[in-house]
């Protein structure tokens, strides 16, 4: 209890020290006071009293420091006085400071910024989630396949299995993992919506709450009983319904059926997967009438389930992933045909599914390596400022030691400097960070239908800070000791400033560092952006810039089938007849996004050599499509109309899969049997090979047929520019059928921004960071200069009086700069070199060690380096020498 | 106050001094001079307490709650801080005191004791 006391008394002493201090001066001159009036009462004289009381009273000063320490915890009061003493200094020198904080939160900043999307991709658990550390993610792999490919969602009669038998996990949800583009009529007038399917105990299982009328029951997802039943997103219930409460009960017509809203989803909650927000959801056994895709309830060969479970009370992975692989055991024998090699396997559960974690991380990783060079660059920076700083303040530094501070005391108070800077930086670093974050998120292309949120969540909070303080440490730790290694009776003695200029080895090899880092980022981001300058200008074999796209489902609406193909002839009649359209057709999918369909391909008169045939893409499409989309045809020719009516059995090629099947023939009249068709067909055309998984592949065989399917993406080719044909489309689409919607209206350019995204944005961040890496290199080499051309004054006073010319100055001034630059460049350049295999992977069109890249950097830094030594070598020049002879 | 009994003084424990303070303080309100002054004169001049274990102790036993201060007027009519005894002071004073007693009888008892009894 008395311990208690006092500890508490002490830190109520910290405040109101100056009163105090004086009350207590009070009571001992008082006391002092009182002796000597003793004293003069026994007959002394008020001078000897008062020389006697002292005397006797013995030494105050001492008693005023005891009781100093005893009133209070000195070490927080003198770190408060370091703190203000700091911020004083700091003050002071404006110019340094702001050029330190300006740095440090440019490299902090650009750290966090990364990070904010690490932790929303990979870390921020999903909103509305209860308990996300017990929810583990469900995958399919198969051991045949490698990497990524070889996850797969769950098929839906694996996932009954799963959820039915499952002992570790006390729910396993499941959903579409597509969400679907649904056409909402809204009083005829047709509105496109993003809906998902999900299992009836989705909301449950992830502890989701409703904020009006109910949640699925697994008795709303029988297969044998299916409920239209719609749960609305609060967001678009509060935007798109004017969040009225007396919805619930009522109808939606969505894709040709009436669904009814049982309830709204709690505020907050956008789904069970990252950056897709979906505008409702209805149950699996629903999905037959809203995607009209029949079959996938039974299929053992659709894989379109993404699903999670939580663990049941005292579940561990282990365990649990010992059950999964065990039920997942059972079902391969149980159905050795369609579940040949396949496991299951559990994924902790994060906003980015599983398999796909590697390739962010990597990713993020890289990012986040670049920008820690660049903060190493601004630290090494501030170091140097703060050591020649340091060393100005030699003086005041002897005389603190003079006084008796320790040096653990200087330290100290350098230490407090500096980790002063580093939080204004690591605050100034969180504003940057925010702000350029949000400028990130809007590069991503509109065609996605992807939300990511980027509140200032507390881990990005912590983690600048973290890094401020070790870049603070890092930073300070050097110019702390060196500045505190005092001489005091040496530095007091000399009046002179220093003697002669004391070439610091350290500040010189820190520059070399600095200048070896900057070259090797800049060789890197130079490779990586002519990399990708060198992709964005890659034929992917179609017109990349008069086309408009927009996808289409006549079949959504429940149509049948020659209700579809009237709607599309229809269609295609009016969109020809806008102004500006060259040609328009229909594909079944555009190359080079998403879908992908494959089959295999056999020429009889070839089995002996390819008895099961090869692998090839497939696309579908409407006669016109070639002309539309610029894609030359070599051979043969296009589809007819009536080829089309009459679903004949032809097919064009392009080059690649006739170069793998008859190399050096001509392929026009051979007949293949394609997939599981009973009757050949004939292959009437060829057509040049282009991309159609990714930019840059090595060519693929492909195959163009003409049954098509109810969605189709309509290809328009204008004369003019296609962003204004866009509105003209949507309306067409609207005259032909009110209740139709096209959905991803776009132009060609901005479809292709999609697969250019990931590239475009890493282009970007690395010549950024290769920017501001050469900045913050040039400033620094700038004031290194700056520095050793005022510390040198007198020497080239000397040398000038001697007989030295201007030029000779200036030599001797840029001999020192462009020694350090090139000693830099070499290791740095040398060090990219090295390291360059590990890019290789990335680079497209470009070697490694591409020496035109080597010509460019060095060329740019030596540049940079003339420039920033010739400033200071100009000043050098200017010096009279007789003012600097006298200069001390 | 001459030299010699300054030589002889009684060295004091800490734990002591704290005690003697209480006491002097429990007789009436009194500044830090005045503690000085009311054990010697308690001590019939026999125990001199430095100014510079005076201070630190009084701050000491403030900072336990034994004793509160508060801003008066000294003989001089100038200001001066009086300290007074707590409740708490109080019961400790009475506690320290058996305590002191009962240690003092303790030892007395084995310093009597005659080599017969050993």
Redesign the interface.
């Known amino acids: 209890m008395?311990r208690l006391?006092?500890f508490s008394?002490?830190m109520k002493g910290l405040f109101a020290q100056s009163r105090a201090n004086r009350?207590f001066e009070?009571?001992?001159e008082?006391?002092l006071?009182?002796?000597t009036?003793r004293f003069v009462s026994q007959g002394l004289s008020p001078r000897e009293a008062a020389s006697a009381a002292r005397r006797?009273?013995?030494?105050g000063a001492?008693?005023q420091q005891?009781?100093r320490e005893?009133?209070t915890f000195l070490f927080l009061s003198s770190l408060w006085r370091d703190v203000c003493f700091g911020a004083r200094m700091l003050r002071k020198h404006r110019g340094s400071t702001v050029a330190v904080v300006l740095a440090l939160a440019l490299g902090i900043g650009m750290n966090a910024c990364i990070f904010t999307f690490v932790n929303a991709l990979l870390l921020r658990p999903l909103a509305g989630f209860k308990a996300p550390g017990e929810m583990r993610e469900v995958w399919e792999h198969s051991r045949n396949a490698n990497g990524i490919h070889s996850f797969m969602p769950l098929t839906y009669p694996d996932y009954v299995f799963f959820r039915d038998h499952a002992r570790s996990f006390s729910g396993i949800l499941g959903y579409d993992g597509d969400p679907e583009g649904i056409i909402w009529n809204r009083s005829g007038h047709g509105e496109v919506l993003h809906g998902q399917l999900v299992s009836g105990n989705a909301f449950s299982v992830a502890g989701v709450g409703v904020a009006i009328g109910r949640s699925f029951t697994p008795a709303d997802d029988q297969p044998n009983n299916p409920q239209p039943l719609v749960i609305l997103r609060n967001n678009f219930w509060k935007q798109k319904l004017g969040g009225d409460p007396g919805i619930l009960g009522k109808a939606m017509m969505l894709n040709g059926t009436n669904y009814t809203i049982i309830g709204v989803a709690q505020p907050g909650f956008t789904g069970f997967q990252v950056a897709m927000a979906p505008d409702f959801w209805t149950t699996l056994s629903m999905e037959e009438q809203l995607i009209h895709d029949p079959g996938r309830l039974t299929s053992r060969n659709t894989n379109w389930l993404l699903t999670e479970g939580r663990l049941a009370a005292g579940q561990s992975t282990k365990s649990a992933q010992a059950e999964i692989s065990l039920l997942a055991r059972e079902i391969e024998l149980a159905h050795p045909d369609t579940n040949k090699a396949m496991d299951d396997v559990l994924y902790s559960f994060a906003p980015v599914p599983g398999p796909f974690r590697g390739y962010v991380t990597a990713f993020t990783g890289m990012l986040m390596v670049v920008f820690a060079l660049v903060l190493v660059i601004a630290c090494a920076n501030a170091a140097s400022l703060l050591m020649v700083k340091a060393s100005g303040r030699a003086r005041e530094m002897a005389v603190r030691s003079a006084l008796g501070a320790g040096r653990g005391r200087l330290i100290r108070q350098m230490t407090v400097e500096t980790l002063l800077l580093a939080l204004i930086a690591g605050c100034a670093a969180v504003l940057l960070s925010y702000w350029t974050s949000h400028l990130l998120l809007n590069l991503i292309p509109t065609s996605l239908p992807i939300s990511i949120e980027l509140p200032l969540d507390w881990r990005v909070l912590v983690f600048t800070f973290l890094v401020a303080l070790i870049t603070g440490v890092v930073f300070g730790v050097t110019p702390a000791l060196r500045g505190t290694r005092v001489d005091p009776a040496g530095v007091i003695k000399t009046e002179a400033h220093s003697g002669g200029y004391r070439k610091s080895r350290l500040r010189t090899v820190i520059m070399i560092g600095e200048i070896a880092v900057c070259a090797l980022l800049l060789f890197s981001a130079t490779l990586c952006v002519r990399s990708l300058l060198n992709a964005g200008s890659i034929d992917p074999g179609f017109d990349t810039q008069n086309i408009a796209v927009a996808t289409l489902d006549a079949g959504s609406l429940g149509y049948s089938d020659a209700k579809i193909e009237t709607f599309y002839r229809e269609l295609d009649r009016h969109i020809r007849a806008l102004p500006g359209v060259v040609s328009s057709s229909y594909v079944n999918h555009l190359p080079l996004d998403a879908s992908r369909e494959q089959t295999s391909v056999i020429d009889e008169s070839l089995v002996a050599t390819l008895p099961h045939g090869i692998p090839v893409d497939v696309f579908r499409v409407e006669p016109g499509y070639f002309k539309t989309m610029g894609i030359s045809i070599v051979g043969g020719r296009d589809f007819v109309q009536s080829e089309l009516d009459r679903k004949s059995k032809v097919i064009v090629v392009n080059t690649a899969m006739a170069a793998r099947l008859w190399p050096g023939q001509n392929p026009i009249g051979k007949l293949v049997k394609v997939g599981d068709a009973k009757e050949q067909s004939e292959v009437i055309g060829v057509v040049k090979a282009g991309n159609y998984r990714s930019l840059g592949e090595d060519p693929i065989p492909v195959l163009f047929r003409v049954e098509m399917p109810s969605l189709r993406v309509l290809v328009v080719h204008t004369s003019k520019d296609p962003g204004a044909l866009l509105d003209a489309v949507q309306r067409q689409v609207q005259i032909v059928d009110p209740n139709m919607a096209a959905t991803q209206v776009q132009t060609i350019g901005s479809f292709m921004s999609l697969p250019m995204f990931a590239a475009r944005t890493t282009g970007l961040l690395l010549g950024a960071s290769g920017i501001l890496a050469l900045v913050l290199t040039w400033i620094g080499l700038f004031g290194v200069i700056s520095f050793a051309v005022s510390e040198r004054t007198r020497e080239i006073g000397v040398r000038m009086a001697l007989g030295a010319g201007r030029g000779d100055v200036m030599r001797l001034i840029m001999r020192q700069g462009l020694y350090v630059t090139s000693v830099g460049l070499v290791i740095g350049i040398g060090a990219a070199l090295a390291s360059a295999r590990l890019l290789s992977a990335l680079l497209y069109g470009i070697r490694p060690d591409d020496p035109a890249t080597v010509v460019i950097v060095s060329a740019g830094m030596a540049a940079v380096a003339v420039l920033a030594c010739h400033i200071p070598a100009r000043r050098a020049v200017r010096v009279n020498p007789v003012v600097a002879l006298r200069y001390e | 106050?001459t030299p010699e009994k300054q030589d002889e003084q009684i060295d004091l424990l800490q734990g002591t001094l704290d005690l003697l303070i209480l006491k002097a303080v429990s007789l009436g309100p009194l500044?830090?001079?005045g503690v000085l002054l009311r054990i010697q004169q308690l001590s019939r001049e026999e125990l001199v307490i430095?100014?510079?274990s005076l201070?630190?102790a009084l701050?000491?036993l403030e900072?336990?709650?034994a004793i509160g201060s508060e801003w008066g007027e000294?003989?001089?009519n100038?200001?001066?801080?009086y300290y007074k005894l707590t409740r708490f002071g109080r019961e400790r004073l009475a506690g320290e005191t058996q305590k002191w007693n009962r240690m003092a009888g303790i030892i007395g008892d084995i310093l009597r004791a005659t080599p017969e009894e050993a």
Request: glycine share 10%.
């Open positions: 008395g006391r006092v008394e002490r009350e009070d009571e001992l008082e006391h006071q009182l002796l009036d006797q009273f013995g030494n001492l008693l005891r009781q005893a009133r | 106050m500044h830090g001079y430095q100014q510079g201070y630190p701050y000491r900072h336990q709650g000294s003989e001089n100038r200001r001066a801080k």
